[in-house]
């Protein structure tokens, strides 16, 4: 998965704790993006960001998720409070910036979350 | 809203059958990538189309973008047991921006 780094691999968080997952992208990326991938679903878009700006949280919950990518240091997706239903794959992907002129997005390996 | 049509969703074959599998949208996409997935794992790329018509070959595998950059299809000759997996399409509409991802196609291939 050409270097995209994520962890932890899986996490399991009783309900009402939080839940905090993170992504360290590939070497020259500095774009990443979030996906969630439900039990016998397909992968869905949370969150875009670049560094210090989110550029699309178009698929991000309203409520209890936030996502940041600091200047220094790896992306970070918070989920606050956590539900069952918030039990899933979660993959973090990184991609150069548009202006390299590279169209590939490489993905992590996931973390994997279970409330219970 | 599902924006990309990704077909068939299930695929059971005999090692040696040539399968394709299909990738769909109203929309132009600016690139189109295909992926595949085992199980506990992420996506891993296997090739990226940029150009309406293109052609790329990966071993057994053959990709095709649409002349109009709307479709895709993923060929894949004399299956093995070791191409059992998930295989996603997924498209940018513009070069900076996020991936769709099609449903995805559960391919299995008996020996």
């Known amino acids: 998965n050409a270097g995209v780094m994520q962890n932890p691999r899986h996490l399991v968080r009783r309900r009402g704790q939080e839940a905090r997952l993170r992504c360290s992208p590939m070497?020259?990326?500095?774009?990443v993006y979030w996906y969630r991938q439900l039990p016998e679903e397909g992968l869905k878009f949370m969150v875009y960001l670049q560094k210090e700006n989110i550029i699309d949280e178009s698929g991000m919950p309203k409520e209890r998720f936030s996502a940041e990518f600091p200047k220094e240091g790896p992306s970070i997706l918070r989920i606050q409070q956590v539900v069952r239903g918030d039990s899933a794959a979660y993959f973090c992907a990184s991609s150069p910036p548009p202006e390299a002129g590279v169209n590939t997005i490489y993905f992590g390996e996931g973390s994997w979350l279970t409330v219970v | 809203t599902q924006l990309l049509e990704q077909s068939p969703q299930f695929l059971s074959i005999q090692e040696g059958e040539n399968l394709t599998v299909y990738c769909n949208s109203s929309s132009v996409f600016s690139s189109l990538q295909w992926y595949r997935q085992e199980p506990g794992e992420g996506p891993v790329l296997l090739v990226t189309v940029v150009t309406g018509g293109e052609v790329k070959k990966l071993k057994r595998l053959t990709f095709q973008f649409g002349d109009a950059r709307k479709d895709s299809s993923l060929h894949i000759t004399a299956a093995q047991p070791g191409d059992t997996g998930l295989y996603l399409c997924a498209g940018r509409y513009n070069q900076g921006g996020k991936l769709i991802f099609g449903q995805g196609t559960e391919l299995s291939v008996k020996p």
């Open positions: 070497k020259g990326h500095s774009h």
